[in-house]
Every structure is written in structure tokens, then in C-alpha cells.
């Protein structure tokens, strides 16, 4: 415990030093020549807290320690879906979303199938991923490669497996619609951003007869995926499952970290609520009021 409180004070003090730097250079501007502005002495406190959450949480996660992250269903239901995939004969299809790689959704998804690669290569099952953008497909051939490579299966690895599609939307859609009807995959997992095809492409693979697991974070998208698709993952849901495949110290941690970080935030919030509610608030809402 004392090595841990060591190493949380040196974090403070390096966070320190760096929000004070970002301070000087980014906020003097509207306060003179001010080193230290006092009015965003919070600011500072809020990065030390956030960064020394994360740095401790990853600490833990490096030395071994069980951190609890929260079962979800749709994760836990591709290892099973592409174990009966592997029973039936039939190819697991991933569709990556429809966004390019610049999108933070796009980043997930190919996250997501790195791992989704790795449970294939392992139950030796056919793996079908459709794209829509030429960057995204050599990201996402690169992340099948590395999984097939890691679980020691490189030479089971079909570059044809991830393939470009078309770059218009709905042409993307209607030939992957087609490669649901003609190849009946046993599992379809969408994860990334989805648009307006989504109900179209969950409609087409339910009456495939596929299992299917979806998660996007695009609200206006999510009933959809919810009516048509056996589990879904909902907003935050696609950006945690990454980790919670994983299990790397650097992602556990920096979830962790973030979860850590809300409740505070929620903390605050109810506290502050229950000040005003009693006419007390005025001083709570002043630590908060930032110039």
C-alpha cells in the first residue's frame, strides 16, 4: 500500500506540472501574463484526479489484481456463436461498420474483430468480413493476420477473408445482403457505426436464420439492431467490449479509470442537487463556475 500511495503522489505531481504547463500556454491568453490562474485552480484538480485514476487502476491491472468489469451478454454470446458456426459448416460474418477509419466506431469494431478473429481461428471456422472504405479494409486485415498469428493458426489465414464491397452505401449493402442469402453465415456480428442500413441488413440476416450480434453507438440506430438482432450493445457497450475481451492491463485500466471518473462526476451531481434542493448550493456551484 505504501509503494501504491508512492506511486499515486508522483503521478499527482508529474499531472500537476503538466496541467499547470497547459494553464500557462492555453488559458493565460484571456489573463495577462498570469503563471497560475486561480479561477481554473478545479481544472487542475480534475486532470489530476482523472489521469491518477487511470494510472492507478492500470498499476493494479499490471500487478495481478482482479478488477471487476460487468459481464456483457452480447460478448459473451460470439463464443458460442461461432462455436455453432463451426458446427454447421458456416462462415461467421463481421461487418465492421460503415464508417472509415477515422471514425472512433470504426477503431472499435476492428477492435472487436481482432478478438472475434482469434475465437474463429481457434475453433477453425470461416470468417467473412465485408468493407466499405479501402483503409478500413487493410486495418481490418491486419488485425485478422494478428489474431490468427497469436493463436498460432498463421497458416490458416485467407487474405480473401476480409474483402472490399463497394464505397456507396447502399450498393454496400445490397451485396452484403446477398452474401447473407447465398453464403447463410451461422453468425452475424455488426459493430461500428451504423446508418440507415442497419434494419436492412439485421432483417435480411434474421430471415437467414443467423445469429446475430450487433453494437453500435448511435442512438437513432439502436432500436433497430434491438428488434431485429439476438444481443446488442448499446452506446458505451462497444467501447468497453474491447477491453473486456482483452483483458490488457492498459485498456482495463483506463476503463476503470473513466468508470471511476463518472461516479464522481454523479456523486457531484446528486450532491449539488441536494444543496440547491435545501437553498445551500450557492458555494457548490462556485467551485464549479470556471471563467
Not at 3 to 32: P, V
Not at 35 to 40: K, S, W, Y
Not at 50 to 66: D, E, H, M, P
Not at 137 to 150: D, G, K, P, R
Amino acid at each position: 500500500m505504501r509503494h501504491l500511495l508512492n506511486a499515486a503522489s508522483r503521478i499527482a505531481s508529474l499531472t500537476a506540472i503538466f496541467g499547470l504547463a497547459l494553464a500557462d500556454s492555453a488559458l493565460a491568453q484571456d489573463f495577462g501574463d498570469e503563471a497560475f490562474i486561480a479561477e481554473r485552480t478545479v481544472m487542475v484538480v480534475v486532470i489530476i484526479l482523472f489521469a491518477s485514476a487511470i494510472l492507478v487502476f492500470t498499476r493494479w491491472a499490471k500487478q495481478g489484481k482482479s478488477l471487476f468489469v460487468r459481464k456483457i451478454p452480447g460478448i459473451d454470446a460470439i463464443e458460442e456463436a461461432v462455436g455453432r458456426a463451426t458446427e454447421m459448416g458456416k462462415p461467421v460474418l463481421f461487418i465492421p461498420g460503415i464508417s472509415d477509419v477515422d471514425e472512433i466506431e470504426t477503431i472499435a469494431g476492428i477492435s472487436i474483430l481482432g478478438r472475434v478473429a482469434a475465437i474463429v481461428a481457434t475453433y477453425e471456422a470461416p470468417l467473412m468480413v465485408p468493407t466499405r472504405y479501402p483503409m478500413v479494409l487493410a486495418a481490418c486485415q491486419e488485425a485478422v493476420e494478428q489474431a490468427y498469428i497469436e493463436v498460432g493458426k498463421a497458416d490458416a489465414y485467407n487474405k480473401d477473408s476480409v474483402r472490399y464491397v463497394a464505397g456507396e452505401q447502399f450498393a454496400f449493402t445490397a451485396t452484403v445482403n446477398g452474401m447473407m442469402m447465398r453464403d447463410r453465415p451461422a453468425a452475424n456480428i455488426y459493430m461500428g457505426g451504423f446508418f440507415a442500413e442497419s434494419l436492412l441488413l439485421a432483417e435480411t440476416g434474421n430471415a437467414a436464420g443467423s445469429i446475430q450480434i450487433a453494437g453500435t453507438a448511435r442512438p437513432e440506430q439502436l432500436p433497430f439492431f434491438i428488434v431485429a438482432c439476438d444481443f446488442t450493445l448499446m452506446g458505451e457497450e462497444l467501447y468497453a467490449a474491447s477491453s473486456y475481451l482483452a483483458k490488457e492491463p492498459l485498456m482495463l485500466g483506463g476503463l476503470k479509470g473513466q468508470d471511476f471518473f463518472k461516479m464522481l462526476i454523479i456523486i457531484s451531481i446528486v450532491f449539488g442537487t441536494a444543496l440547491t434542493t435545501f437553498g445551500a448550493g450557492e458555494w457548490f456551484k462556485e467551485i464549479f463556475n470556471v471563467p
